[in-house]
Nanobody
Framework: QVQLVESGGGLVQAGGSLRLSCAAS????????MAWFRQAPGKAREFVTS????????YYADSVKGRFTVSRDRAKNTVYLQMNNLQPEDTAVYYC?????????WGQGTQVTVSS
């Protein structure tokens, strides 16, 4: 079974940028659709973006359209989330998963905190 590890989170001021990475510590997801999700304190986990196996087709939540970009490097078995113009409401723990998401693939996530 694939094990996913997220990284790249941190503390950034509003308007700043971060690039998250999702890598497989075991197995491969190069032929699977992948997605990013986030969970803010006191809120349910929500969909952020998805990318198909080829990297051609992507979808975004309305709240991040035009600011976030998902990409993947199949050779490196890694999915990226470039986040620009971050806002305080983007503060959350960010997770990657296959898509549709599967319980056994949730990692520990990476914390993103945006200060105003």
């Amino acid at each position: 079974q694939v094990q996913l590890v997220e990284s790249g989170g941190g503390l950034v001021q509003a308007g700043g940028s971060l690039r998250l990475s999702c890598a497989a510590s075991r197995g491969t997801f190069s032929n699977l659709s992948m997605a990013w999700f986030r969970q803010a304190p006191g809120k349910a986990r929500e969909f952020v973006t998805s990318i198909d196996w080829s990297g051609v087709t992507t979808y975004y939540a309305d709240s991040v359209k035009g600011r976030f970009t998902v990409s993947r490097d199949r050779a490196k078995n890694t999915v990226y989330l470039q986040m620009n113009n971050l806002q305080p409401e983007d503060t959350a723990v960010y997770y990657c998963n296959i898509y549709p998401p599967t319980r056994g693939y949730w990692g520990q996530g990476t914390q993103v905190t945006v200060s105003s």
